[in-house]
């Protein structure tokens, strides 16, 4: 079985501060690891994924996360955040034999003027 | 290249009725997938598809619930008869080729009220 647990539900931040998304998960197996976003009334779109190779991995909008396999973690950074960034973020695992997704419960990221 | 398309947005109707969503996935997309997302909570698989074949659907109710793909191509979830508990934003993602690494597309969800 594998989990996905976001350890923030709601993060505040100014514009032009840095942010970090931390997100932890739990597999018996070997894992891809992703990073979903929701814009308001909006479907999820895929930010970025770690699926081998370098453990640091960028995405889209200067988006960026590390896959630490030690402490199952797959923390989601940004250096400096904008309005625009104003959305919730999910994490999510797969991996086993049917690559089912599991989705955290996700973070609501909030940037303020 | 037109994304994954669901209808209806938005759904109201009162609890007991009849509801049908429907799923346009990305040309090519074999495979397909329903998700339930509660208010504040991330997306929860109901039934997955590979092709015609529902190959998950452990999480579906099947009490009320069901699902079709009949030509391989868009899809239907139904819920008959809806409760209270169903009000949800109902997802629909495709992706490319049989095993997947979770790169989903999603369509922008069906909200369903039921009162």
């Known amino acids: 079985a594998q989990s996905v647990t976001q350890l923030d539900s709601q993060v505040p931040v100014f514009e032009e501060a840095p942010v970090e998304l931390r997100c932890n998960y739990s597999?018996?197996?070997?894992?891809?690891l992703f990073w979903y976003v929701q814009y308001p009334n909006q479907g999820l779109q895929l930010l970025l994924k770690y699926l081998s190779g370098s453990t640091l991995v960028k995405g889209i909008n200067g988006f960026e996360a590390e896959f630490n396999k030690s402490q199952t973690s797959f923390h989601l950074r940004k250096p400096s955040v904008h309005i625009s960034d104003t959305a919730e973020y999910f994490c999510a695992v797969s991996g086993g034999s049917n690559y089912k997704l599991t989705f955290g419960k996700g973070t609501l990221l909030t940037v303020n003027p | 290249e037109a994304g994954v398309v669901q209808s209806p947005r938005y759904k109201i109707i009162e609890k007991k009725q009849p509801v049908a969503f429907w799923c346009n996935p990305i040309s090519g997309h074999n495979t397909l997938y329903w998700y339930l997302q509660n208010l504040g909570q991330g997306p929860e698989l109901l039934i997955r598809y590979e092709n015609e074949e529902a190959v998950d659907d452990s999480q579906l109710p099947k009490d009320r619930f069901s699902a079709e793909r009949l030509k391989g191509v868009d899809s239907t979830l139904k819920i008959q008869p809806a409760e209270l508990g169903d009000s949800a934003v109902y997802l629909c993602?495709?992706?490319?080729?049989?095993?997947?690494?979770?790169?989903?597309?999603f369509g922008e969800g069906s909200r369903l009220t039921v009162l």
């Open positions: 993602a495709s992706s490319q080729g049989v095993a997947n690494t979770g790169e989903l597309f």
């Open positions: 597999s018996s197996v070997s894992v891809y």
